[in-house]
């Protein structure tokens, strides 16, 4: 995390909320990284709401996109620089329109952080399809934060299955979002594990830090994010090689909990 070159933020420009660009902002300050605003103009988006009515009780027209669309990026872009430049953050934008995978993998790499908005409203409107930005994230990125509206993020809940292929990479992760170091970081781990448990203490010691163990046998999504809610935590870092996240996993979590959710791949 620390060796983090830039944090990418990904919106779609539709369907953007404030909270992803302060949060994408404060983690590029926070690891002294620079932020590069990735804004999709999306017009299917939009097309899924052109027969709803707005909060300002106008029907949406499909030849007003375009000029819709000008405007959600010059919101989108001034929110950012308002944002960087209150925190010193160093940042640039681009707008992607049409298929965005290959603008998308250009020169990513895996040092990069995403903070992707998991946000479901657009224009104020509920919209039934998530982000197309999550269906066509590189895989090349290696760490990805999905960000809800209106969801702080600094007390982390870690969690741990025997078969994590890199835990302490994990750990580090959220032991760098910690607000505060004096604070006990909470640790989930998941399954009879002793050799899990072992190595979770190898890192401590390295590391001098505070944890707050929790051990649970086999658990269901639903019992995962019961212990989350419990905890105090305010946010989850987890690899995506954890099971419960298979299929739909992934989007089950982030409905349960509620919580932003730092995901490493």
């Given at each position: 995390?620390?060796?983090?070159?830039?944090?990418?933020?990904?919106?779609?420009?539709?369907?953007?909320?404030?909270?992803?660009?302060?949060a994408?902002?404060?983690?590029?300050?926070?690891?002294?990284?620079?932020?590069l605003?990735?804004?999709?103009?999306?017009?299917?988006?939009?097309?899924?709401?052109?027969?709803?009515?707005?909060?300002?009780?106008k029907?949406l027209?499909?030849?007003?996109?375009?000029?819709?669309?000008?405007?959600?990026?010059?919101?989108?872009?001034?929110?950012?620089?308002?944002?960087?430049?209150?925190?010193?953050?160093?940042?640039?934008?681009?707008?992607?329109?049409?298929?965005?995978?290959?603008?998308?993998?250009?020169?990513?790499?895996?040092?990069?952080?995403?903070?992707?908005?998991?946000?479901?409203?657009?224009?104020?409107?509920?919209?039934?399809?998530?982000?197309a930005?999550?269906?066509?994230?590189?895989?090349?990125?290696r760490?990805?934060?999905?960000?809800?509206?209106?969801?702080?993020?600094?007390?982390?809940?870690?969690?741990?299955?025997?078969?994590?292929?890199?835990?302490?990479?994990?750990?580090?992760?959220?032991?760098?979002?910690m607000?505060?170091?004096?604070?006990?970081?909470?640790?989930?781990?998941?399954?009879?594990?002793?050799?899990?448990?072992?190595?979770?203490?190898?890192?401590?010691?390295?590391?001098?830090?505070?944890?707050r163990?929790?051990?649970?046998?086999?658990?269901?999504?639903?019992?995962?994010?019961?212990?989350?809610?419990?905890?105090?935590?305010?946010?989850?870092?987890?690899?995506?090689?954890?099971?419960?996240?298979?299929?739909?996993?992934?989007?089950?979590?982030?409905?349960?909990?509620r919580?932003?959710?730092?995901?490493?791949?």
């Amino acid at each position: 995390m620390s060796k983090s070159r830039r944090v990418i933020l990904a919106l779609d420009l539709a369907a953007r909320d404030e909270e992803s660009i302060t949060a994408a902002v404060e983690l590029a300050a926070r690891l002294g990284a620079e932020v590069l605003g990735l804004f999709l103009e999306d017009s299917r988006l939009l097309r899924s709401v052109v027969r709803q009515v707005s909060p300002w009780g106008k029907a949406l027209e499909e030849v007003h996109l375009e000029a819709q669309l000008q405007a959600l990026a010059a919101q989108a872009q001034a929110a950012l620089e308002q944002a960087a430049r209150r925190l010193g953050v160093s940042w640039r934008a681009q707008v992607l329109r049409g298929e965005p995978e290959q603008a998308l993998s250009e020169g990513m790499l895996q040092e990069d952080i995403w903070v992707i908005g998991t946000a479901s409203r657009v224009m104020g409107l509920t919209v039934p399809t998530p982000s197309a930005l999550r269906l066509v994230l590189p895989e090349a990125a290696r760490w990805v934060l999905l960000q809800p509206r209106g969801r702080a993020f600094r007390h982390p809940m870690v969690v741990l299955h025997p078969q994590s292929k890199q835990p302490e990479a994990v750990l580090d992760a959220a032991l760098a979002w910690m607000e505060s170091r004096a604070e006990p970081l909470t640790v989930l781990m998941l399954g009879p594990g002793s050799e899990l448990a072992a190595r979770v203490q190898a890192w401590q010691g390295r590391q001098g830090a505070l944890i707050r163990p929790v051990h649970l046998g086999a658990a269901t999504l639903e019992q995962l994010a019961q212990v989350f809610e419990r905890s105090g935590c305010d946010g989850l870092v987890l690899g995506a090689d954890l099971p419960l996240l298979e299929g739909e996993g992934l989007s089950r979590l982030l409905t349960l909990s509620r919580a932003p959710l730092l995901l490493m791949r």
